[in-house]
């Protein structure tokens, strides 16, 4: 039997809200962490695993692993709850899979997105894992920070984070960080990849695992920008990407005729020219030939979702090796969406043609769950009050944080059945 929880009022208001409910979900926990146990080999781990779950779902100012063992083990559970982060032999991999076959059967249906975002944890040393000065998303500037790129899935059955990977920074690969790497367990066969290149792979293995039902792969701009990212992705017969642009982004209205027009002397033309040139979104979103509509984008928890959007079919806008010559590439959607205070998100999408368009006002109302996620995880079960430096202990700390999540979600559809009674 696990020691007896307290659970945190306030993620009982944010999650689950109901009152003298400690045993029904002291019963639940129990009953839901013994689906992980076949991944820890000794018993003592189980332990470790129970506490520290227990200790993100508590009412604790910090849930980081001292605060945790303190309060639900004793002083002399510190070091052992210390050592089970970066020293303890079990694999993440097996726990992340079981995590994963759980979210799929809790959260998974048809039509689902998978979603692709980063997010920053600040940090005052220069000693954990990955750490450097760099843009900080959750502060909106330059500050020393690690980050960490996550996946989620979204559907009409709820949402969750999927997977996760500790951003390292290329100068943490160089002779200069040599020792910093050793201490900090980072893997030697590592190296450096990029947050785009991190996550096209994360997504790609995802999809080909086929453990959750996706019609959608959607991302913010700093990855629907990167048109490698997007051509690179490896999506299967009815899975789309639908991924934020920004108003600099280029479409041709119209597929150009391409000519070789004869030259009298000099070299001879390496790039045809083009019948028209390509128009920035942002012109788009300005043209009033094009009106905008207001429509119910989909049915929220708080009532209707309104919203104004526009959009037409177009053909995207590709580098040919110059750095100034384009070339138009395949038939896409654009999809502008207008939100409060007149601000203007665009969208490209390589669904098809003939797709209704109320999929892609749904596909416009899946994105923001991987950052209701991150506020979740970081405003209630601790995500970011970790203080393990090594590659391991960040690794470990993210994963745990999901899990509990998960529990957090299964708790939400537990009590809302209830009510509905």
Excluded at 54 to 61: C, T
Excluded at 320 to 335: A, F, M, T
Aim: proline share 6%; glycine share 8%.
């Amino acid at each position: 039997m696990m020691n007896p929880t307290m659970f945190d009022p306030i993620a009982l208001d944010a999650w689950y809200s109901d009152e003298n409910n400690d045993s029904l979900l002291q019963t639940e926990l129990e009953h839901y962490l013994q689906n992980y146990f076949s991944c820890f080999s000794q018993q003592p781990q189980r332990r470790l695993f129970q506490t520290f779950i227990q200790g993100l779902l508590s009412p604790l100012e910090r849930k980081s692993i001292e605060p945790i063992a303190l309060h639900f083990s004793g002083e002399k559970y510190v070091r052992p709850l210390q050592q089970f982060f970066t020293r303890s032999p079990f694999d993440e991999p097996p726990l992340l899979d079981t995590y994963q076959e759980l979210l799929s059967r809790q959260i998974g249906a048809g039509c689902g997105m998978l979603s692709v975002d980063d997010t920053s944890f600040v940090k005052k040393g220069k000693h954990s894992a990955g750490v450097k000065r760099q843009y900080c998303g959750c502060l909106g500037k330059t500050e020393n920070c690690q980050s960490g790129v996550f996946l989620a899935y979204a559907g009409d059955k709820g949402y969750g984070l999927v997977d996760y990977e500790l951003y390292i920074p290329k100068e943490w690969f160089s002779g200069d960080y040599s020792k910093l790497r050793e201490e900090c367990h980072i893997p030697e066969e590592k190296t450096f990849a990029t947050k785009n290149q991190i996550t096209q792979l994360m997504l790609n293995q995802v999809i080909k695992s086929g453990r959750f039902q996706v019609q959608w792969v959607g991302c913010d701009a700093a990855y629907g920008n990167d048109h490698g990212f997007l051509d690179g992705l490896e999506l299967p017969e009815g899975v789309w990407y639908f991924a934020a642009t920004n108003a600099k982004e280029q479409v041709f209205l119209e597929y150009p005729q391409q000519s070789f027009p004869e030259t009298k002397r000099g070299r001879p033309r390496k790039h045809p020219v083009l019948s028209n040139g390509p128009t920035s979104v942002r012109d788009i979103a300005e043209d009033p030939s094009l009106p905008w509509e207001t429509v119910v984008l989909a049915e929220g928890a708080k009532g209707p979702i309104i919203a104004e959007r526009k959009f037409l079919r177009c053909f995207s806008c590709r580098a040919d090796g110059s750095r100034n010559y384009v070339k138009p590439g395949d038939e896409i959607w654009l999809y502008l969406r207008k939100y409060a205070g007149d601000e203007i998100k665009y969208f490209v999408s390589n669904a098809p043609a003939d797709l209704p368009v109320g999929e892609l006002d749904r596909a416009a109302t899946l994105r923001w769950p991987i950052e209701q996620c991150f506020e979740e995880c970081k405003s209630n079960l601790g995500m970011g009050d970790y203080e393990c430096r090594s590659y391991q202990g960040w690794n470990r700390h993210m994963l745990f944080v999901m899990i509990t999540h998960l529990f957090a979600t299964q708790i939400r559809e537990i009590f809302k059945k209830k009510q509905s009674r």
